[in-house]
Structures are given as C-alpha cells and as structure tokens.
C-alpha cells in the first residue's frame, strides 16, 4: 500500500475545505469538471451525506443495497465488455480485474449485509429493478454495445471513481460508524489505488487512439456527454434507497 498523496489529513468530521480534489488521472478531472453541478449532485447527494452521518434508515440502506447487487451483476457484464474492446493486455487484463473485483469481492458486501437481515442471495438476484436502476445500467451497456472502448469508459468511469472520491471523503469527514463498513470499503487504500490505476489507464488509452491532444478532437464531447450523463444517473440512482 502506499499513502494517497492528494490527502490532507484533518480530524473526523472536519470541514471538507481540507480536502483536495482526488487524482484519478487527466481525463477523469477534465471530465470531472465539465459534468460541473451534476458531479456535485452524485457525490454530495443526501443519501451519501446520510452515509456519513449515519442518519440513514436501515431499510433505506437495505433497499439501495438490493438494487446496487443488480447493478453490480450489470456493470460486471459492462466490464466483460471491455475485455472484448480492448487494445493490447494492458487493457484486458484491467478490464478482467474489475470483472473479478465486482463478482468476488465487491457484491460479498451487499450479500452479507442482506443475509444479516434475513435477505438470501438468491432473493437478491430476483429483486426487480427499480427504474434508475434499469436506465442507468442499459446506458453504459449500450455505450458498451455499440460504441469503443473510450465510450465503454466514459460511461463507467462515474461509477467506480465517484465512489472512490465519496468513500475517500466520507473516511476523514464522517461522524458515525453506522456505514463504517461501506466507507471502508471505498475509501481504503486499495480501492484508491485501483481509482487512481484506472485513471492512467483511461489516459493512456485515450492517448494511443485519438493522440495527446484528445481534448481538442471532435471525439472529447461526445466522451464528455457519456460521463455526465452516467453521472446524471448515478445521482439518480441514490432515490431507490427511498
């Protein structure tokens, strides 16, 4: 492990001015700040806030864990789909672990908290999904489907880093352990590592297919309106904890 160097370290609860943007790479803090108020409006959504205060219902928490189980199962897929759309094992073997991290280990969290509340796996798999649920995970495996390995990225991007910066946050700012458990398990070292990984790799992928000016090319908007609109819907997707 290594220690995050964008990371000023202030006491719990502090005030989030002590905090510096995360640096997951060029890419993702260009498209970061063009998605503007609506990355805002993902990463400081009530329900995250809740989160770290621990204010959050239990059931709510439950509810939202249940739909994000179906997410993760469709974002594993999204993944599977860059292997398919890579360039090179740089590439694949990335896209491979994520597939790996999602089914292994990630959605491990959601069945052991819902088995605690008498949930079993296989009720999980037959939850049906909610709304935001069902339009965000078809976008990015349209993206997926008909576009590139950049579009498969720019659309999953908001997903994994966006969690990576809540979680980082939420590890310095939250003044309760009620969701410890889920903060740890964005905001731990490894998972930065990864964020910050990725973030390379999108650099780099970015670079080998449209050059190192990619953000002056006609293809940067098109990449830009993937990941805010991915933002758009994860911001969304925080209401089926309701």
């Not at 694949?92 to 990630?106: F, K, Q, T, Y």
């Not at 880093?161 to 889920?182: C, D, F, H, N, P």
């Not at 940067?220 to 969304?236: G, I, P, Q, V, Y």
Request: charged share 20%.
């Amino acid at each position: 492990m290594t220690t995050d160097p964008t990371a000023i370290p202030c006491p719990r609860g502090s005030n989030s001015g002590a905090m510096i943007d995360p640096d997951y790479g060029k890419a993702f803090g260009l498209w970061r700040a063009r998605a503007g108020d609506a990355w805002t409006a993902y990463t400081r959504h009530p329900f995250v806030e809740s989160l770290g205060d621990g204010s959050l219902p239990h059931r709510a928490f439950l509810n939202y864990l249940k739909q994000d189980y179906l997410f993760l199962v469709n974002f594993a897929r999204a993944w599977a789909l860059a292997v398919a759309k890579s360039q090179g094992m740089r590439e694949m073997r990335s896209a491979a672990a994520a597939v790996d991290g999602l089914v292994n280990r990630e959605m491990a969290l959601h069945i052991e908290t819902c088995a605690a509340a008498g949930i079993s796996e296989d009720e999980l798999f037959a939850v049906r999904e909610a709304p935001q649920n069902l339009t965000y995970t078809r976008f990015v495996l349209e993206k997926g489907y008909s576009g590139d390995y950049l579009d498969l990225m720019a659309a999953l991007a908001p997903c994994g880093m966006g969690y990576g910066e809540i979680g980082r946050r939420l590890a310095v700012e939250a003044t309760s352990s009620v969701y410890q458990e889920w903060i740890d398990t964005y905001g731990n070292e490894a998972y930065q590592d990864g964020c910050r990984e990725s973030g390379a790799l999108i650099d780099e992928a970015l670079e080998n297919r449209l050059g190192p000016l990619y953000a002056e090319t006609p293809r940067w908007n098109d990449l830009c309106h993937t990941f805010e609109m991915a933002t758009r819907l994860e911001a969304a997707f925080w209401e089926v904890g309701a």
